[in-house]
């Protein structure tokens, strides 16, 4: 899989662009602000349908237009192209194929993408709802119905939500607002079963890759990375059939699993049902789930050096490439947004060791942060005020 040309009609600074990508590496550089991340931002859009940036799509749109539109051609793939088109109006369209969308989550899995970039960071060092989006992002790709489950349950937790403060202010709940909040607890209960079996079994597998890197890259140094469901904290100690706990053997059907979750769950929502009416809000679910992630058995995010935050990040990138890949049998596209200035020596190396064989796109403000073979081997593009050219 790979992006031979991309076409952007007013998306952030471009007014427009039509350039064509080797298969291989493909570098962008430039001073900064001139818009070089822009164009792999474009690029990922096409893959989950936003920006990484935490933009809102208003936000991409060229000052003074009304849209913006990115085009992607791909080769050596299923997916031959895509297209999307935003209005300020907030109608948005997708087309993959040439066939409408008739809703964006269909766009997952179309081209999978990984975006690495000097933010990323924030997984070790922020909370919790930035190691979740982690997740989801890439199990979205894999699983579209992954990115469906999560819009069903956030649209029905912002319901449950919205009842709980209405009980919250009349002081009490009657028979048919208590009847509608089990309604919502049996739908919350069924979505957030397939969330947690989804996010603990994908990340007991990147804990296995992942691990295996950072070992790699600091001489034996032990990561773990441990889903943490939240409603597990208050519920009663489970059994050891107990489903969020992810199975090891491979002959565990998921379905057995979410069902035990859903089950669990739905028992916490219900026996707690009148803290979160005196609280006016959901306390329970997977809204509220992390991801531990532990260097030799201590907290990364509290005792690990710069160093160890960076390998580990590295190495957790690295390991969602290759269960792309070997999930799919489809080498997904890498998008490296300014990360070498951040990397020594050491790491650098095994990461464009580990990117050969893969659609590369490198933004860079200085071509001296690469080495020569990465250069040589690579289409270039300098990149001004809106505006590349092949060098």
Do not use: W
């Not at 020596?345 to 990461?351: F, I, T, V, Y």
Request: charged share 25%; net charge neutral.
């Amino acid at each position: 899989m790979f992006v031979k040309r991309l076409a952007l009609t007013n998306f952030r600074n471009y007014s427009t662009l039509d350039a064509q990508f080797g298969p291989g590496v493909n570098i962008f550089y430039g001073d900064n602000g001139q818009g070089k991340t822009n164009i792999i931002e474009s690029i990922f859009y096409c893959a989950i349908g936003r920006s990484f940036r935490y933009s809102k799509d208003n936000d991409l749109i060229l000052t003074g237009t009304d849209h913006f539109r990115i085009s992607a051609e791909l080769g050596d793939d299923i997916t031959e192209n895509i297209a999307v088109l935003f209005k300020e109006t907030g109608e948005k369209a997708a087309r993959v194929n040439g066939l409408y969308l008739r809703k964006l989550g269909h766009l997952m899995g179309s081209l999978l993408s990984v975006i690495f970039s000097p933010e990323d960071l924030d997984i070790v060092n922020e909370g919790p709802s930035v190691r979740r989006k982690m997740l989801d992002i890439v199990i979205s790709q894999l699983h579209p119905s992954h990115y469906f489950n999560l819009q069903q349950y956030n649209k029905t937790l912002a319901q449950k939500n919205f009842l709980l403060r209405d009980c919250g202010r009349t002081g009490s709940t009657g028979s048919s607002a208590d009847a509608l909040l089990d309604v919502y607890n049996e739908q919350l209960a069924a979505y957030g079963a397939s969330i947690a079996e989804k996010r603990a079994r994908f990340c007991a597998e990147l804990e296995q890759l992942a691990a295996e890197k950072n070992g790699q890259i600091s001489g034996g140094e032990a990561l773990t990375l441990k889903y943490v469901p939240n409603f597990r904290a208050s519920a009663p100690a489970p059994s050891p059939e107990t489903a969020t706990d992810v199975p090891e053997a491979e002959n565990i059907d998921p379905a057995a699993v979410q069902n035990a979750i859903k089950t669990e769950f739905l028992e916490l929502l219900t026996a707690r049902k009148s803290r979160e009416i005196e609280r006016q809000h959901s306390l329970y679910g997977p809204q509220n789930d992390d991801v531990q992630i532990e260097l030799n058995g201590m907290e990364l995010r509290r005792f690990g050096s710069q160093g160890q935050k960076r390998t580990a990040v590295l190495s957790i990138k690295l390991a969602q490439i290759l269960l792309l890949y070997r999930k799919t049998g489809r080498k997904p596209v890498l998008l490296l947004d300014d990360v070498f200035s951040e990397l020594d020596e050491k790491r650098s190396s095994l990461l464009l060791s580990s990117i050969e064989g893969y659609q590369t796109f490198i933004t860079t403000a200085s071509l001296g942060e690469l080495p020569g073979h990465v250069k040589r081997d690579a289409k270039i593009f300098f990149v001004k005020s809106g505006e590349i050219q092949l060098i």
